[in-house]
Nanobody
Framework: QALLVESGGGSVQPGGSLNLSCETTGYTGSWKFMGWFRQAPGKEREGVASLFLDVGIPYYAASVEGRFTISQDSPKNTINLQMNSLKPEDSAMYYC??????????????????WGQGTRVTVSS
């Protein structure tokens, strides 16, 4: 059974940076899309960024574009999310998600079959 394991969350002051990582265990295939979603208390889960792994095309939510960068890493089926210029409104539980199928659009959480347990990000002064 495939498992996604996130790491790198924590607490930072506004303007600070964090790097999240997501590794896959128990899966020998290749994901087609891997992405990050977040959910703040009382809000719906929203797409933050996703990566079309075959061709390396990234997708970003408007609220994070220019501040966050999603990238592939080693070993296979590992992604990172570099988060810069963090704002209090970025505070949330961040979840890694993956699929070996298509997504339409990239931010639809129902298209991702596998999810991590989440890592908390808190941005506060």
């Amino acid at each position: 059974q495939a498992l996604l394991v996130e790491s790198g969350g924590g607490s930072v002051q506004p303007g600070g940076s964090l790097n999240l990582s997501c590794e896959t265990t128990g899966y020998t295939g290749s994901w087609k899309f891997m992405g990050w979603f977040r959910q703040a208390p009382g809000k719906e889960r929203e797409g933050v960024a996703s990566l079309f792994l075959d061709v390396g095309i990234p997708y970003y939510a408007a609220s994070v574009e220019g501040r966050f960068t999603i990238s592939q890493d080693s070993p296979k089926n590992t992604i990172n999310l570099q988060m810069n210029s963090l704002k209090p409104e970025d505070s949330a539980m961040y979840y890694c998600a993956a699929t070996d199928g298509v997504v339409s659009p990239w931010r639809n959480p129902l298209d991702y079959q596998f999810w991590g347990q989440g890592t908390r990000v808190t941005v506060s002064s």
